[in-house]
């Protein structure tokens, strides 16, 4: 099996040749800058400087050289940026900050920083609807998004990757905290569910806009879409199942639709933590592949949502512990980790192996490649004599 053929076998629940595995093919499996240069150290590789597929989280793009002892089965592709928008990093003593393209200010400390926070979200202030109408949304067909994307999208083809087509801007309850703040959103659905309603309805049509060209764009060339929302956080829902069923599940059933009505490839969906309650109707929605599968979150045992959800999910993450054993344990206990997630979520397929969300700066590399090393060993054997 080539890469793309092993991912497929796993997304139609069939027993590839080895657990697949994904490293880079998102922004929420990838790698912090400083654990990529601990790690090209680590294997012996040469400094290279080091090139950014995140700017935010500070995520590294991967290099042909760790690419090759590394041997990921997925590939990313990512719009560029608008050709309206000039990203400019300004110094503000102790910080760099920049706004991006929605008005939302990010900040990174210059010493000690590893990646940039929100400082300032440009909807704070609005108290009506009529005030969401004017503000100035961004363009989602701006051409600077779209420009190269079906040549990188083929080219990834070639090699005989999976291709994975990431979206403009994060989800729609994401948004609407981005945009209004933390301590307002959680007051809008409480107060003003009409602007709730209303904002999510703006930022789910932005989405459409821009997922219809996209698809054009790279054709039959993508096999995975990504999205991404948080809304759990590690001991329950950050809004209620009840809110989430009345608000979010008709905007996704929206979102999820249309993009199974422009492609025939998979919708995955990136969402943290307790999330157990409403995993069953993002499938009615039409999911398709859930992420990061956060084992350490309550209700989440990786062998009960297998048996739960198997029949209907991908689980693409939920390999090693990002949390605490990653960075913490020894690379004996990291091991075990992997061995016990491969173990729960391998059989039958419907599993890619990824660490639950990006490995952060302060993963050892020899942690890193205690993972890497545990997954060729039993993700190999996960399927018995076929491997």
């Known amino acids: 099996m080539n890469a793309r053929q092993r991912v497929w ?31 090209r150290d680590y294997l012996g590789l040469p400094p290279v400087e080091v090139r950014l597929a995140d700017l935010v989280e500070q995520l590294a793009e991967l290099d042909d050289d760790v690419a090759s002892q590394l041997q990921p089965d997925c590939g990313r ?7 309206s928008y000039e990203r400019i990093l300004r110094d503000e003593g102790d910080y760099v900050v920049f706004a991006d393209e929605w008005g939302i200010d990010w900040a990174m400390p210059k010493q000690g920083g590893f990646f940039y926070d929100m400082v300032g979200h440009p909807l704070a202030g609005a108290s009506s609807i009529e005030d969401l109408r004017n503000y100035r949304w961004p363009d989602p067909l701006d051409p600077g998004r779209f420009a190269g994307l079906g040549e990188r999208a083929r080219a990834l083809r070639r090699e005989g990757k999976a291709v994975v087509l990431a979206p403009h801007c994060v989800g729609p309850t994401e948004m609407h905290a981005f945009l209004r703040g933390w301590t ?87 969402s943290c933590g307790a999330m157990h309650a409403v995993i069953g109707d993002l499938i009615d929605c039409g999911l398709d592949i859930l992420n990061p599968v956060q084992k350490s979150a309550t209700g989440m045992d ?50 890619v192996f990824a660490t639950i969300h990006n490995t952060q700066a302060n993963v050892p590399a020899e942690n890193f490649c205690a993972m890497w090393e545990a997954l060729q060993t039993y993700g190999a054997t996960a399927y018995g004599a076929g491997a």
């Open 9 to 39: 076998a796993a997304l139609n629940h069939q027993e590839p040749d080895r657990v697949p595995f994904d490293l880079g093919g998102t922004t929420v499996t990838s790698i912090h800058v400083t654990a990529y240069r601990n790690l």
């Open 77 to 83: 592709v990512a719009p560029g940026l608008a050709s």
């Open 184 to 270: 307002q959103y959680y007051m809008d659905f409480a107060l003003n569910p009409r602007l709730v309603e209303y904002l999510l309805d703006q930022i789910v049509d932005l989405k459409l806009a821009y997922w219809e060209q996209a698809l054009r764009e790279v054709g039959d060339d993508v096999d995975v879409v990504v999205e991404a929302d948080d809304f759990a956080g590690q001991q329950r829902m950050l809004i209620s199942p009840k809110t989430f069923r009345t608000i979010l599940k008709p905007r996704y059933a929206r979102l999820f639709g249309f993009i199974h009505d422009h492609t025939s490839a998979k919708l995955f969906l990136h």
């Open 302 to 351: 990786l062998g009960e949502l297998k048996r739960e959800f198997g029949r209907d999910l991908v689980f693409w993450g939920g390999g090693v512990d990002t949390q605490g054993v990653f960075a913490s344990g020894t690379p004996d206990e990291i091991r075990e980790d992997v061995r016990q997630s491969i173990e729960a979520l391998a059989p039958g397929g419907g599993f």
